[in-house]
């Protein structure tokens, strides 16, 4: 299953939009190494409207709903991706993250979702929303999907194996100061006992950069804005929610965008400070798992804060991460917690290489949701 701002040959490419209606000639880079390593590509995913929110309750094609419980959200925008995969339809799905639009449906529904390195997996063939953020990643059922399906995307063939790390970093701020769900601190915690049980070592990383939101706003809002001008002055339709993001972006300027840069200069120091003292950096995967479609708030947030607290400063500084879904919880309407692993740049297989041994230790898995349709 393909995101529906990925081109395939001969099927419309839409944005989940409600003007765009392009015919490519040809299929996108991904979809080309896909097809070379054998997968079969069934379908083509909704998402929130120009991947440009993190709910997909898309005002032109309908929400996407969360198999878990169908009153809520899968996140976006990759939304239907995550469902799809999360339903069972398929074993793995292709999405987009610029802010978190991978990782945020995965935890939402449950399942693994990779955020390659900026630069790793080409874009050529996917309709950008912010250029220098915009990224192309997997999401599965299992680790060893996972795995597979982000090989193939990058092109890179059979990369060596590499063990897992023992030393574990928590971001304090971030994690402190996150606007978290009742029972987020105590999961979280009892993760970090599993980890240690494990061999592993968990220390607490200070480095006051390490929390939302900086200039992460201006800085994609500026791309953004500059990719939808044209049309914008042609006066094209977009939804409320976007149309006003948008109008926002707009009033980013130039001298905006640079400070936002230097800002991000700031950012890829502090992470590079962090991983000079550990191999990886652990976080929750989203502040909360439940956001109810047509409300735009969860608890006293708006739900885009909530949703991507713990996913936007991840683009800004390239890094891949990977979202991983945990055996923990029991809640029938809600999908198990998940954890955030983000590891230093171009070490993707390190994500995946812990990936596995916590699903082999039994700690991370798929739990099928309520609405399911094939186990």
Known sequence: ???????QEGLPTTCGSGFYRRIPTADATVIERLRRAGASVVGR???HEWAYGFSSENPWFGPIRNPWDLATSPGGSSGGSAVAVAAGLVPAAIGTDTGGSIRVPAALTGIYGLKTTWGRVPTAGSFPLAPSLDTIGPMARDAKTLSQVYLALSGIGREPEIPPPLRLGVPSGWVSQAPAEEGLAYWFGRVRDDLIS???DVVEVD????VPWGKTVELAGFEAAAVHRPFRSEGKPYGPEVGLRLE???QVSGLDYAAAHRWRAGLVEAFVSAFERVDLLITPAVAA???VIGDDRIGERHYRGVLSWFSSLVNHAGLPAIVIPLTMGDEASLPPPSLQVIAPWWRERALLALADRLEGEGMAGLRLPPH????
């Open 207 to 210: 480095e006051p950069m390490l």
């Open 289 to 291: 798992r439940r956001k």
């Open 248 to 250: 926002a972006a707009e």
């Open 1 to 7: 299953m393909v995101k529906d701002i990925i081109d």
């Open 198 to 200: 494990l061999g592993m």
């Open 372 to 375: 399911h349709i094939v186990s």
């Open 45 to 47: 995913s909704g998402l």
